[in-house]
């Protein structure tokens, strides 16, 4: 019973189902009419197009296999932890970070001038481009006036409010992310000998950033959050719906949370795997962070080049299902497999880090071993201290376990006090 109960855990983890389909239509594989359609679509394009460019032929190429493996997605990948806006959408992130991981596998065996080569094909106009053309912050700070602050609220601005919001909905905890707000600005002092652009004025980095925008977008996003789990999930098929006008509605709803459920990282019954689990998910992002700022800086693309923006968009939607996964992993006992999104954006991260460091040794020759040792020491220290702060004040305020605010996969039971046991020998 327990066995089966494990397995279940994991499968609606990995491989969540959808419940009352009304349009049956969208749900049925299709599998027959797809591998006609896509056969007669490779063959009229590989035979009528026009053939004579090598690089038209390479593109065409690329388009072609990335355009069979979303339908080798649709037809055999798992659905992740969400249905909507529908379970095919989440195949086709999941099958996408398939193949972005495995192109940075590839790339981590070339060599510089092999990778900037390929960019270069893909942009040409890179080529005149160096990256000290980025825009500098941190000049004059002494200097503060109201048209100085303003000309600072650009649409990076606006990217560290909207980044914020969709974290503060993936993790819903004020003090994680408080933390890893207050941990970013402490990274970027801690590497600004080695990315110009980490150099900011002190208003810039606590005024502008923690306060107003990360702030701003902590509380947006908490707001959000509070808003959703108040809501009544009731989903009525789209045929029991008479009125056009309602009809349009439920539509519009689909691509809203077919439910939610309220998360608890930290509980005062939590293991001490719990508790550094959630540790190492707070430095894990300042990771992921840093490497997005590595690599337009050693690879040379300006932050608001399509390569740039589109692999921030990508790795957004992709970390949804990840943190999920994540979160259920580490807290709920009956959950023994991580993830398989999770598993896979642990990978992207990795080789990204990986990539960076082998291709630029030049970069890090410059490394200051006492910041860099200075930061991890800080970012140990702050995750440990902060996560422990809010896990003694969940038990000093006398927070009891509630079966009603962990995942729905553990059930009120007999079994739940003996799996927080079983729980504490768990390992990562």
Request: hydrophobic residues 50%.
């Given at each position: 019973m327990v066995v089966q109960k494990k397995e279940s855990v994991f499968n609606t983890l990995n491989e969540c189902e959808v419940e009352?389909?009304?349009?049956?239509?969208?749900?049925?594989?299709?599998?027959?009419?797809?591998?006609?359609?896509?056969?007669?679509?490779?063959?009229?394009?590989?035979f009528i197009r026009d053939d004579k460019s090598i690089d038209s032929n390479i593109c065409a190429g690329i388009w072609c296999v990335i355009f069979f493996l979303i339908l080798?997605?649709?037809?055999?990948?798992?659905n992740g932890p969400f249905v909507r806006p529908h379970p095919a959408v989440w195949r086709m992130v999941f099958g996408l970070s398939v193949l972005y991981s495995l192109t940075l596998l590839f790339l981590l065996f070339q060599k510089y001038e092999t990778i900037k080569?390929?960019?270069?094909?893909?942009?040409?106009?890179?080529?005149?481009?160096?990256?000290?053309?980025?825009?500098?912050?941190?000049?004059?700070?002494?200097?503060?006036s109201v048209e100085k602050f303003w000309a600072h609220l650009d649409v990076f601005a606006a990217g560290?409010?909207?980044?914020?919001?969709?974290?503060?909905?993936?993790?819903?905890?004020?003090?994680?992310?408080?933390?890893?707000?207050?941990?970013?600005?402490?990274?970027?002092?801690?590497?600004?000998?080695?990315?110009?652009?980490?150099?900011?004025?002190?208003?810039?980095?606590?005024?502008?950033?923690?306060?107003?925008?990360?702030?701003?977008?902590?509380?947006?996003?908490?707001?959000?959050c509070k808003m959703l789990e108040m809501r009544d999930y009731n989903w009525p098929g789209i045929k029991d719906i008479d009125t056009t006008k309602g009809?349009?509605?439920?539509?519009?709803?689909?691509?809203?949370?077919?439910?939610?459920?309220?998360?608890?990282?930290?509980?005062?019954?939590?293991?001490?795997?719990?508790?550094?689990?959630?540790?190492?998910?707070?430095?894990?992002?300042?990771?992921?962070e840093l490497n997005t700022f590595f690599l337009k800086h050693i690879f040379e693309m300006p932050p608001s080049?399509?390569?740039?923006?589109?692999?921030?968009?990508?790795l957004s939607i992709v970390v949804a299902p990840s943190t999920r996964q994540y979160y259920t992993y580490v807290t709920d006992p009956n959950c023994k497999r991580l993830g398989?999104?999770?598993?896979?954006?642990?990978?992207?991260?990795?080789?990204?880090?990986?990539?960076?460091?082998?291709?630029?040794?030049?970069?890090?020759?410059?490394?200051?071993?006492?910041?860099?040792?200075?930061?991890?020491?800080?970012?140990l220290f702050f995750s440990v201290v902060s996560v422990l702060g809010f896990w003694q004040?969940?038990?000093?305020?006398?927070?009891?376990?509630?079966?009603?605010?962990?995942?729905?996969?553990?059930?009120?039971?007999?079994n739940v006090e003996e799996d927080y046991k079983i729980s504490k020998s768990k390992t990562l």
């Open positions: 009352d389909i009304t349009l049956e239509f969208f749900y049925k594989p299709h599998t027959i009419t797809l591998l006609i359609l896509s056969i007669i679509g490779v063959i009229l394009m590989s080798v997605s649709l037809l055999a990948f798992p080569g390929m960019i270069l094909w893909l942009d040409p106009n890179l080529k005149d481009f160096r990256i000290d053309m980025d825009k500098e912050y941190g000049v004059n700070c002494s200097d503060i560290h409010f909207f980044g914020w919001v969709s974290k503060a909905i993936l993790v819903r905890h004020y003090g994680i992310l408080w933390s890893m707000s207050m941990m970013w600005e402490i990274t970027e002092v801690m590497f600004s000998h080695l990315l110009p652009n980490f150099k900011e004025c002190w208003w810039d980095a606590w005024i502008l950033d923690v306060l107003l925008c990360n702030g701003f977008g902590i509380w947006v996003g908490m707001k959000i009809k349009i509605k439920r539509a519009a709803l689909q691509f809203t949370p077919a439910s939610w459920t309220p998360v608890r990282w930290l509980d005062p019954n939590s293991s001490y795997m719990r508790f550094f689990s959630v540790c190492q998910m707070v430095i894990m992002w300042q990771v992921s080049h399509p390569l740039v923006v589109g692999r921030l968009f990508f398989t999104q999770c598993w896979v954006y642990a990978v992207i991260m990795v080789t990204e880090s990986l990539l960076c460091i082998k291709n630029g040794k030049e970069l890090f020759q410059q490394t200051e071993i006492f910041n860099i040792s200075v930061w991890l020491m800080v970012m004040a969940n038990w000093l305020t006398g927070k009891k376990f509630d079966a009603n605010v962990v995942p729905n996969s553990i059930s009120n039971d007999s």
